[in-house]
């Protein structure tokens, strides 16, 4: 689904340059903001149009939720190495 130029162009270079970086790493931090604020952006200025193209919820997926699987992922690990009480 195309949202916007630079939505696509950031995600592109996202998963093409920082692949296995953590959602902490500063450069991914960066471009996460980027999006975040593109989007936002597009959601005020053409608010139909990100109706009709369900641009929250691609906010929430692309700076939210990928974030918190990656903690979840991380606590899930941390879990199975803990003794059992």
């Keep these: 689904m ?3 130029r630079e939505y696509e162009e950031i995600e592109a270079d ?3 340059n920082f692949r296995g970086k953590s959602c902490l790493d500063k450069s991914v931090r960066a471009r996460r903001d980027r999006i975040q604020q593109n989007l936002v952006s597009l959601l005020l200025d053409h608010f ?6 369900d641009v929250e919820s691609v906010l929430w997926r692309s700076v939210f ?3 918190i699987e990656e903690f979840r992922v991380r606590v899930r690990k941390v879990i199975i190495h803990l ?3």
Aim: glycine share 0%.
């Design 65 to 67: 939720y990928k974030a």
């Design 83 to 85: 003794p059992l009480v």
């Design 14 to 16: 996202i998963k093409d």
């Design 2 to 4: 195309f949202v916007s």
């Design 48 to 53: 139909e149009f990100s109706i009709e193209k």
